[in-house]
């Protein structure tokens, strides 16, 4: 024998699966929300990170492809002024016939918002010369201010942290 469910059992059952999948849509849409946060605060602490690097990675023997380098993860007035100071750059490196190498890097976001971040990098530099055979470990730390530009978080602004 069949029996009819009363109309107000069947509208409370709708309303019940109504909002389970306006919440289910909700949570998904957080989390994905959430995830995509997390993959633009990890590049651009990635990004920091490999441009503290390129500064601290210098060599005479490889000195255009070194600034080349640092100058493509740069944007704005700080790719202007490094790519106008190429040359001085470059005769300094050779004269002094540097090298310096890294070691123990680490970045930390600092904030973001939208298309700008900040990002602390904190490394140790060795800076070998014709004076300086072995160089002494020494600490670095650069605020880098970071712009999305086409997907790709380019370092707009830097400056040396006492």
């Avoid at 990890?42 to 990004?47: E, G, N, P, V, Y």
């Avoid at 441009?51 to 023997?61: C, K």
């Amino acid at each position: 024998m069949r029996r009819n469910l009363p109309l107000v059992t069947v509208i409370a059952l709708s309303v019940v699966v109504v909002g389970l999948a306006i919440a289910s849509g909700w949570l998904g849409m957080t989390s994905l929300q959430n995830k995509g946060d997390a993959d633009q605060k990890a590049k651009a602490t990635q990004s920091a990170r490999q441009m503290g690097v390129n500064l601290m990675t210098l060599d005479v023997s490889t000195a255009q492809k070194d600034l080349d380098r640092i100058v493509a993860g740069t944007t704005g007035d700080l790719k202007n002024k490094l790519g106008s100071q190429s040359n001085a750059f470059m005769q300094q490196l050779a004269k002094a016939k540097a090298k310096s190498t890294v070691t123990d890097v680490d970045a930390a976001l600092v904030s973001i918002d939208g298309d700008s971040a900040e990002v602390m990098v904190a490394l140790t530099g060795t800076v070998t010369n014709d004076k300086v055979k072995n160089g002494t470990p020494q600490g670095y730390r650069y605020q880098m201010d970071l712009t999305k530009v086409d997907g790709r978080w380019l370092v707009s602004g830097l400056e040396v942290v006492p």
